[in-house]
């Protein structure tokens, strides 16, 4: 399991100054996102095998390939460049890795406001016309917002701006990661949830950890942003 008093894998230093001011180029503080990767962070390009105890990089593997649980993550690098971006639509497996498990802002990497009674501020996609019992548990990838980021981060994201919704939660345990998992007799599949008790947690190449929330207060269910939110976008 992955107590959140756990510390990070050694290939997890994140969440420093000094990740966070690893771009090229420097964005504003508005327009930028913690667990976002830069446009020259990538997947490294590394074997997988699969044996009787389970994937490894084999060779190549080193004691910061994985987490205090011994799962493997993926790992990643690249070289900065000059000018960077952020890929909105992504996650960094390691600064994903602490936003969850610390449950640090998924927008600038800082602590988030637990306020007493309500929990933490919770920003997923949401089609305003379906109905949905947000009180039901609910497993998410995407970690919580402080409450500065909440009122401009959302809508830089893609996937937010066709519709949202704001929750508060006081219960968020963390049950297990997403990646791509190995089979001996079938190809690898990719964005397979596995739970941290479950034995394919052995076979399975990490890139996010997974959350169950629950018991959520719905704050905003919310349409397309405004003009003016918009114009916060990155041209
Ligand atoms: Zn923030």
């Given amino acids: 399991m992955c107590p959140d008093a756990s510390p990070l894998p050694a290939a997890c230093p994140v969440a420093s100054a000094a990740d966070r001011g690893s771009r090229g180029k420097a964005q504003p503080a508005a327009l930028d996102l913690f667990i976002a990767p830069l446009?020259?962070?990538?997947p490294c390009d590394l074997q997988v095998f699969l044996t009787h105890e389970g994937v490894t990089y084999g060779g190549a593997e080193t004691s910061s390939?994985?987490?205090?649980?011994?799962?493997?993550?993926e790992?990643?690098?690249?070289?900065p460049t000059a000018t960077s971006e952020r890929r909105w639509s992504e996650h960094h497996p390691v600064r994903q890795y602490a936003s969850m498990e610390?449950?640090?802002?998924?927008?600038?990497g800082r602590e988030t406001d637990h306020e007493p009674?309500?929990?933490r501020r919770w920003i997923l996609p949401a089609d305003p016309a379906a109905?949905?019992?947000?009180?039901?548990?609910?497993?998410?990838?995407?970690?919580?917002?402080?409450s500065d980021c909440a009122l401009t981060k959302?809508?830089?994201?893609?996937?937010?701006?066709?519709?949202?919704?704001?929750?508060r939660v006081r219960e968020a345990e963390l049950v297990g990661v997403r990646g791509t998992?190995?089979?001996?007799?079938?190809?690898?599949?990719?964005?397979?949830?596995?739970?941290?008790?479950?034995?394919?947690?052995?076979?399975?190449?990490a890139q996010q950890l997974v959350r169950e929330v629950r018991g959520a207060v719905v704050v905003r269910l919310g349409a397309p942003p405004t003009r003016h939110t918009l114009s916060c976008r990155p041209s």
Avoid: K, N
């Fill in 39 to 42: 446009t020259w962070e990538e």
């Fill in 75 to 79: 790992r990643w690098g690249g070289t």
């Fill in 131 to 146: 109905s949905v019992d947000w009180t039901q548990p609910l497993q998410t990838t995407t970690p919580p917002l402080c």
């Fill in 154 to 167: 959302p809508w830089l994201c893609e996937r937010l701006r066709d519709g949202f919704v704001e929750l």
């Fill in 102 to 108: 610390r449950l640090l802002c998924a927008g600038c």
């Fill in 65 to 73: 390939d994985r987490d205090v649980d011994g799962i493997l993550w």
């Fill in 181 to 205: 998992l190995y089979s001996p007799t079938a190809p690898p599949r990719r964005r397979e949830f596995v739970p941290f008790d479950h034995p394919d947690i052995r076979r399975i190449v």
């Fill in 117 to 119: 009674g309500l929990g």
